[in-house]
C-alpha cells in the first residue's frame, strides 16, 4: 500500500548511544517531516524538508540530525540518545497546497 | 503566532451519543483547518478538512464548520460508535517560506462505551 513506512516500531537506547530512525514514502511528496508526540504536549516539530538536499529545524531540533538525498528517504539521526528524547516519533509527508499529512505508523523509543 | 486550542479530555461517551470537540484557533490570515483522527497504536489519519470560511468538512459521519466570525472549527458526531474511540487532532496549517508548517491541538481522547 502507498504511504509512509517508519522503522524500527520499537527500539530501547542506552544514554549515548546513536541510532537512526528510517522514514520512506511512496507518493512523491515534496514536503517530509518528523514530529515527536508526548504525552499531553500535542506534536512538536523536529525537522522538515521541502525537498531533496533541502532540511530546516522546526521547534525542537537539539539531538537530531536529517538530511535528504532523495525525495522518498528522510532518516531522523540521534546523535546521543538522552532520557528526554523517549518519546514516539512520527514521520510525515505532504504534496502541499493544503492536501494534509499522511502519517506513518510511528516508532516508540525509550532511551534508559 | 498561530496557535490552536482543544478542549481537554478525555471525554467518555455511550455509544450512540452526540459528540462535539471543541476547537479555537488564532492565525493571521484565513488558513485552511483540519482535523486529524489517532487510533491506538497508529500514526495520524487525516479525518476531515475545510479550506476556507462557512465551509463544512464531513467524513465518516463526522463534521466541522470553519466559522470565522468565532474562530472556531468544532468537530461533531450525531450518534458515536465504540470504534470512534480514539485521540482527535485539530490542526492549523499555514505556509511559511515555500513549507505547510502545521500547528496541532494537544489532542482530545474520545472513548465510547457500549
Known amino acids: 500500500n502507498a504511504g509512509v513506512t517508519q522503522t524500527p516500531k520499537f527500539q530501547v537506547l542506552k544514554t549515548g548511544q546513536s541510532m537512526t530512525l528510517q522514514c520512506a514514502q511512496d507518493m512523491n511528496h515534496e514536503y517530509m517531516s518528523w514530529y515527536r508526540q508526548d504525552p499531553g504536549m500535542g506534536l512538536r516539530l523536529i525537522h522538515y524538508?521541502?525537498?531533496?538536499?533541502?532540511?530546516d529545524q522546526g521547534e525542537v531540533p537539539n539531538g537530531y540530525n536529517v538530511s535528504r538525498s532523495t525525495t522518498e528517504d528522510f532518516p531522523l539521526r540521534l546523535l546521543s540518545a538522552a532520557p528526554s528524547q523517549t518519546s514516539v516519533y512520527f514521520c510525515?509527508?505532504?504534496?502541499?497546497?493544503?492536501?494534509?499529512?499522511?502519517f506513518g505508523s510511528g516508532t516508540r523509543l525509550t532511551v534508559v | 503566532g498561530n496557535s490552536v486550542t482543544q478542549m481537554e479530555g478525555p471525554v467518555t461517551l455511550s455509544e450512540e451519543a452526540f459528540l462535539t470537540i471543541n476547537c479555537t484557533y488564532t492565525?493571521?490570515?484565513?488558513?485552511?483547518l483540519f482535523w486529524y483522527v489517532q487510533y491506538p497504536g497508529e500514526g495520524l489519519q487525516l479525518l476531515l478538512k475545510a479550506t476556507k470560511a462557512d465551509d463544512k468538512g464531513s467524513n465518516k459521519g463526522f463534521e466541522a464548520t470553519y466559522r470565522k466570525e468565532t474562530t472556531s472549527f468544532h468537530l461533531e458526531k450525531g450518534s458515536v460508535q465504540v470504534s470512534d474511540s480514539a485521540v482527535y487532532f485539530c490542526a492549523l496549517p499555514m505556509n511559511s517560506g515555500g513549507y505547510q508548517k502545521v500547528t496541532f491541538g494537544t489532542g482530545t481522547k474520545l472513548q465510547v462505551i457500549p
Open positions: 524538508s521541502v525537498g531533496a538536499g533541502i532540511t
Open positions: 510525515a509527508s505532504t504534496q502541499g497546497a493544503g492536501g494534509g499529512y499522511t
Open positions: 492565525a493571521t490570515g484565513y488558513p485552511s
